[in-house]
């Protein structure tokens, strides 16, 4: 388990929500994929029972067609007429409000009608064909959908079944053709079932999303605990570990010092090597001083004891005068384009430290004639700092990596050995404890530019 005194870093806490994230993703996606396929079984179940209650109705609907072809050259039995003196066919029993039955004569002539009108599409008879069964089934498709509001009027699609009719009777060649019925029905019921359906999906996977939701932050935080306290132990071995390099770099840094204050007491043959140790202790002295800040910047949350509000533009011009003689002696030019009276609220070294590293970073890579160029600029109450440089630049596929610690690219370490890889890893933490980021956009052998963003006081 992590102490409760000890703070999470902002990677850690990224790397949560991404996880969570990605997990709630791929279920979400499981769920969408599953309601659809539930969906569409259900619709299709529900579509073949409506075509099967469909052709019962079409079935029963063809033994009454003789009955009324017969009825129009005869008088009709009052047997067969109701109250109102409509046709009464015996097995008129719709079992659906929206239903309706539709007789018609070889012609395509309407001769007799059952339940309400749903459809206004005309009728064209169809094509004979030569069968062995006494009903054809040609023809089964949806008409076009009428909305139907809360009104009482329809809702949903309608869908027809036409078949001819053939006489009982039969001939050597084929059987002989009465007639047609046409039956429609409206797909209300079947809409009203798929939109409660539609919704019981969809609040049961808001459920299931937020439940896993929960119990995915629960197993992330408790699989990465193990991660974090790893990552804070090697934290703090760093920390001691800087910590008390420090005192024999010291040691050594001094005795190099005093040693090489006497020259005559060193036989000349020896002067070099002293110069590589004093080399390399100013080396190690720097990048013990650097794991020391990365790791206290770790435990800090703000720098609001060290932070006061300043002109950064004079912080600039102090890192201009710092480094223009170097500059000169690289043979590079060194252009400054400040705006003036710019105020941000801010710990001065820290921000010191963050642009020092940038401007070193460019001076280090550009090139005998090259020019790096320092300006600022207040945009909506943000203050945008950039250092420019026209150096070997950064291939596109090492940009995501430069804020790495301990990270160079290859063409970086071979213009220059001595580097840590620990400069943009501190700029970064230290935009970062300021409210500001650094972006970098680069172009391999024109330059590249390191863009700060600070908020102004």
């Known amino acids: 388990m992590i102490p409760d005194s000890v703070r999470i870093s902002p990677q850690f806490k990224a790397l949560r929500w991404r996880l969570l994230l990605s997990s709630l993703g791929v279920i979400g996606g499981t769920l969408a994929a599953f309601g659809a396929v539930v969906h569409h079984v259900v619709a299709l179940n529900l579509e073949q029972q409506s075509d099967h209650d469909l052709s019962l109705l079409a ?17 009709i039995p009052a047997s067969i007429l109701d109250n109102d003196g409509d046709l009464d066919i015996s097995w008129q029993k719709l079992q659906q409000e929206h239903q309706a039955v539709e007789w018609f004569d070889t012609q395509g002539q309407l001769v007799g009608q059952s339940g309400n009108p749903l459809l206004t599409i005309p009728f064209k008879p169809l094509q004979q064909q030569s069968t062995n069964t006494r009903k ?31 006489s009982e009777a039969r001939t050597k060649t084929k059987p002989v ?22 919704s019981g999906l969809q609040w049961g996977s808001l459920l299931a999303l937020g439940l896993s939701a929960v119990g995915g932050w629960w197993l992330v935080r408790q699989s990465l605990q193990p991660i974090e306290a790893s990552m804070q132990q090697l934290k703090q071995f760093t920390a001691d570990a800087s910590h008390e390099l420090r005192t024999p770099l010291t040691v050594i840094k001094t005795s190099v010092d005093v040693i090489q204050s006497h020259p005559e007491r060193v036989d000349v043959a020896d002067l070099p090597k002293l110069e590589a140790i004093a080399s390399a202790t100013r080396q190690m002295s720097q990048l013990v001083d650097d794991l020391l800040w990365l790791t206290r910047s770790d435990q800090i949350t703000d720098n609001q004891s060290t932070a006061l509000t300043f002109p950064i533009d004079e912080l600039l011009e102090e890192v201009v005068d710092q480094y223009a003689p170097e500059a000169e002696q690289r043979c590079i030019t060194f252009k400054a384009v400040l705006q003036a009276d710019t105020m941000v609220y801010g710990d001065p070294y820290s921000l010191k430290r963050l642009m020092t590293n940038l401007v070193t970073n460019a001076l280090y890579y550009t090139p005998k004639g090259g020019t790096v160029t320092l300006s600022s600029q207040e945009e909506h109450n943000w203050v945008v700092i950039n250092v420019q440089d026209t150096g070997i630049g950064i291939a596109a596929e090492s940009l995501p990596f430069v804020f790495d610690r301990f990270w160079r690219a290859d063409q970086a370490r071979a213009q220059r050995e001595e580097g840590s890889g620990l400069g943009l890893a501190i700029a970064q933490a230290i935009a970062n404890c ?9 172009e391999q052998g024109k330059g590249s530019c390191f863009q700060v963003t600070l908020p102004t006081a």
């Open 177 to 198: 053709l009465q007639g047609y019925v046409r039956v429609s029905a409206l797909d209300g019921e079947i809409a009203a079932e798929l939109k409660r359906l539609r």
């Open 59 to 75: 079935d029963a609907a063809a033994h009454s067609l003789p009955d009324i072809l017969a009825s129009r050259h005869t008088s």
């Open 434 to 442: 300021h409210s500001g980021e650094i972006t970098v956009t680069s």
């Open 136 to 166: 054809n089934e040609n023809e089964d498709d949806a008409a076009a959908g009428q909305d139907i509001d809360g009104d009482g009027t329809l809702d949903g699609l309608i869908h027809q079944l036409t078949v001819p009719v053939y």
